[in-house]
Protein backbone atom coordinates (compact mmCIF):
# COMPACT_ATOMS: atom_id res chain seq x y z
CA UNK A 1 0.00 0.00 0.00
CA UNK A 2 2.78 2.33 0.89
CA UNK A 3 4.42 1.87 -2.53
CA UNK A 4 1.06 2.27 -4.06
CA UNK A 5 0.44 5.50 -2.28
CA UNK A 6 3.93 6.68 -3.81
CA UNK A 7 3.42 5.96 -7.22
CA UNK A 8 -0.15 6.62 -7.54
CA UNK A 9 -0.22 8.97 -10.35
CA UNK A 10 1.81 6.59 -12.32
CA UNK A 11 -0.44 3.29 -11.57
CA UNK A 12 -3.66 5.81 -12.46
CA UNK A 13 -1.82 6.40 -15.93
CA UNK A 14 -1.04 2.53 -16.46
CA UNK A 15 -4.33 1.58 -15.75
CA UNK A 16 -5.53 4.39 -18.03
CA UNK A 17 -3.37 2.60 -20.53
CA UNK A 18 -5.30 -0.38 -20.15
CA UNK A 19 -3.44 -2.36 -17.25
CA UNK A 20 -5.19 -4.40 -14.67
CA UNK A 21 -3.18 -3.38 -10.86
CA UNK A 22 -3.90 -5.35 -8.06
CA UNK A 23 -2.57 -3.94 -5.02
CA UNK A 24 -1.93 -6.21 -1.94
CA UNK A 25 -2.07 -5.34 1.93
CA UNK A 26 0.26 -7.64 4.07
CA UNK A 27 0.85 -9.40 0.97
CA UNK A 28 -2.86 -10.44 0.54
CA UNK A 29 -4.96 -8.70 -2.64
CA UNK A 30 -6.59 -5.80 -1.31
CA UNK A 31 -8.05 -3.71 -4.27
CA UNK A 32 -8.32 -3.30 -8.21
CA UNK A 33 -7.26 -0.17 -9.82
CA UNK A 34 -8.28 -0.90 -13.71
CA UNK A 35 -9.68 1.39 -16.43
CA UNK A 36 -13.29 2.29 -16.69
CA UNK A 37 -15.42 0.91 -19.43
CA UNK A 38 -16.06 3.77 -22.03
CA UNK A 39 -18.90 5.72 -22.27
CA UNK A 40 -22.20 4.52 -24.53
CA UNK A 41 -22.52 6.99 -27.49
CA UNK A 42 -25.62 8.69 -27.68
CA UNK A 43 -27.97 8.38 -29.80
CA UNK A 44 -28.95 11.35 -31.49
CA UNK A 45 -32.23 11.26 -33.71
CA UNK A 46 -31.77 12.73 -37.38
CA UNK A 47 -28.27 12.75 -37.15
CA UNK A 48 -28.07 12.23 -40.49
CA UNK A 49 -30.96 14.84 -41.43
CA UNK A 50 -28.56 17.51 -42.91
CA UNK A 51 -27.55 15.12 -45.45
CA UNK A 52 -30.40 15.26 -47.57
CA UNK A 53 -33.38 13.26 -48.42
CA UNK A 54 -32.28 9.63 -49.94
CA UNK A 55 -32.10 9.76 -53.75
CA UNK A 56 -33.61 6.19 -54.02
CA UNK A 57 -36.31 5.86 -50.78
CA UNK A 58 -38.40 3.43 -52.47
CA UNK A 59 -35.19 0.76 -52.82
CA UNK A 60 -35.18 0.49 -49.33
CA UNK A 61 -38.31 -1.66 -49.68
CA UNK A 62 -37.67 -3.89 -52.56
CA UNK A 63 -36.53 -7.30 -51.52
CA UNK A 64 -33.17 -8.23 -52.12
CA UNK A 65 -31.95 -10.98 -54.50
CA UNK A 66 -31.14 -14.50 -53.56
CA UNK A 67 -27.39 -13.76 -53.78
CA UNK A 68 -27.44 -10.63 -51.86
CA UNK A 69 -30.31 -12.10 -49.06
CA UNK A 70 -27.95 -15.56 -48.64
CA UNK A 71 -24.33 -12.60 -48.37
CA UNK A 72 -26.33 -10.94 -45.84
CA UNK A 73 -27.83 -14.07 -43.74
CA UNK A 74 -24.42 -16.02 -43.29
CA UNK A 75 -22.67 -12.52 -42.74
CA UNK A 76 -21.07 -11.91 -39.06
CA UNK A 77 -23.32 -9.40 -38.41
CA UNK A 78 -26.06 -12.21 -37.53
CA UNK A 79 -26.22 -13.89 -34.36
CA UNK A 80 -24.97 -17.58 -34.96
CA UNK A 81 -28.61 -18.59 -33.98
CA UNK A 82 -30.37 -16.63 -36.62
CA UNK A 83 -27.76 -17.73 -39.33
CA UNK A 84 -29.04 -20.51 -41.77
Known amino acids: MHQAKTHLSRLIDEAHAGETIVLAKAGKPWARLMPLAPPVPQR ?19 PMDSSELDSWENSDLLPPALQR
Open 44 to 62: IPGRLRSRGPLSQPNALLE
